[in-house]
């Protein structure tokens, strides 16, 4: 999730808001970069968030953090086209970076599309076992209102499926532009640090592996490797960034799985560094690693 840092900042500029909204707009800055035709990525509202305009309206994917949502609508409005209504909204999954906008736009009206399982989580009150950190369910305007569990396609050609490996969580998907040769992929790749493993919610290291190289294969099914890979967090990706990623997590998964089947446990895998050739580029990668094993458990032990 975020750092402590992060989390002060939030909450000053939660402060701010409550005294001067123009205090608040100061202390969140909204980034927009095109992507191609009718395409943006505004970055800065605590995730990614991909905006397409068009005749027949705008199509968000992800919403940023509640907090954050009504200067997200700001930055939407202000783009070219970008008045139109919000008629679609993509959550790639249940994390809140991703479905802060849910209530706003439910409330107007918007189609929420998520998978299934996301929608199962937003449901429900959840509380990560390795922090407390609480998470609270959504109100039933705010939840997905079209679920689908493998694939489907907008009537714009914007087509959107399930990355079924589990890689961030059990209901990660991704949204691919035809047009501008985009692909958004949620939490299923970081374009920045070591991920999140929230195997409480279905994620997995196998499942990152598998997940990368189902983006790889997405994103080559159209002919050509020019395909840009948008990510919840970091700059965007490459196709042979991705392809360094696959073998880079495809390594440190087959490390962590020769110390579980030699019987040893989190804090010992975390000691063996089976990450060290990659923190001085990545950072330090201990808690990745502990949840990582974690994660192996709960997908590959007997009672599991
Ligand atoms: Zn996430």
């Given at each position: 999730m975020f750092s402590a840092n992060r989390r002060e900042f939030l909450q000053t500029a939660a402060a701010c808001l409550a005294v001067a909204p123009q205090a608040f707009s100061q202390a969140l800055t909204i980034t927009t970069l095109p992507l191609g035709d009718n395409l943006y990525l505004l970055a800065g509202a605590g995730g990614n968030v991909i905006a397409r305009t068009g005749a027949d309206g705008i199509v968000l994917v992800d919403g940023g953090l509640a907090q954050n949502a009504a200067a997200l609508a700001q930055s939407v409005a202000a783009l070219?086209?970008?008045?139109?209504?919000?008629?679609t909204l993509f959550n790639t999954h249940w994390h809140p970076e991703q479905t802060g906008s849910n209530e706003r736009l439910g409330a107007a009206g918007a189609t929420i599309i998520a998978h299934e399982n996301t929608r199962l989580w937003l449901q429900q009150d959840i509380r990560w076992p390795w922090n407390g950190q609480k998470f609270t369910k959504l109100p039933k305007i705010a939840q997905p209102n079209k679920t689908f569990y493998d694939k489907g396609v907008l009537d714009s050609g914007i087509r959107y499926g399930y990355?079924?490996?589990?890689?961030?969580?059990?209901g990660d998907l991704y949204v691919y532009f035809p047009q501008q040769n985009v692909l958004a992929v949620g939490d299923a790749?970081?374009?920045?640090?070591?991920?999140?493993?929230?195997?409480?919610t279905g994620g997995w290291i196998g499942g990152i592996v598998g997940g990368l190289q189902r983006i790889e294969s997405v994103a080559l099914s159209n002919g050509n490797r020019e395909t840009k890979i948008v990510p919840a967090h970091g700059p965007v990706l490459s196709v042979a960034d991705i392809v360094a990623q696959v073998d880079m997590y495809g390594t440190i998964y087959d490390r962590l799985n020769q110390m579980l089947n030699k019987g040893r446990g989190p804090s010992e895998a975390v000691e063996a560094k089976p990450a060290k050739e990659y923190e001085g580029k990545m950072g330090n990668a201990d808690e990745f690693i502990r949840h990582s094993f974690e994660s192996l458990w709960a997908y590959l032990s007997p009672d599991a």
């Open positions: 070219p086209g970008g008045s139109a209504k919000v008629h990355i079924s490996d589990a890689a961030h969580t059990d790749a970081y374009g920045t640090g070591w991920p999140v493993v929230d195997w409480w």
